[in-house]
């Protein structure tokens, strides 16, 4: 089967570094699906409205080299264990895709663009191909209660951000908030953990560069645009 990308994702991220780990981790994290031309129609939409949420299946397109690998390393197991690829959501997948459950903030109908989805809390990096999108159905699509292998043993870790550089040329208050969520979650390389080392972060057109200390808090040193 050949599949064709339907649309392309726009966010922040230039770059799969900081790239939230899930969809939802930062709820408010915008990003919109333009559509490709065949495809820029009021119909394929139509009752969208209705729903909250929807899934994307999309394709892991930074990802240039085939993966051919049957176990992997997730970053919430400090890149120390391995589990089976099946058993994670690892990017190094044997057909690179991806999955993820995305609200909806409004859908704009008319724009030079087509329709055009702006959506909250995705993790996907600014133009990744996106191959098909299907409404969420909580009776379908939530289950309460269940076991998460792994995941249940280890919780998110969230870090402390202080804020050094000024802000305020670059992001409103609620951007801010918004690069906060994101630097929360540590986008580091599980592999790199040197306090004195300064990272480099592209986010919304502008390089964050940042230090994480010992004890567990991320601080933002420069903005460079």
Known sequence: MQIQPIAHFHSPFSSKFGIPKQSGLVEDLRGKIVFEPAYRSRDALRGLEGFDFIWLIWAFSANVQPTNSLVVRPPLLGGNERVGVFASRSPFRPNGLGL????????????????????????????????????????????????????????????????????????????????????????????????????????QGVDIRFSVSQDGVLTVTEIVG
């Not at 999108?133 to 919780?155: E, M």
């Not at 951000?161 to 929360?184: C, K």
Request: aromatic share 10%; charged share 25%; with cysteine.
């Open 100 to 203: 993820s459950s995305v609200r909806i903030e409004r859908i704009e109908w008319q724009s030079m663009q087509g329709p055009v989805i702006h959506v909250l809390g995705a993790d996907l990096m600014n133009g990744t191909p996106i191959f098909d999108i299907k409404p969420y159905l909580s009776y379908a699509d939530s289950h309460v209660g269940v076991r998460c292998g792994f995941v249940d043993r280890h919780a998110i870790r969230r870090l402390e951000v202080r804020f050094e550089a000024d802000m305020s040329p670059y992001f409103t208050a609620e951007e801010q908030e918004v690069l906060r969520g994101v630097l929360e979650l540590d986008p580091r390389p599980h592999y790199q953990s040197s306090p004195t080392k300064i990272y480099g972060m592209p986010f």
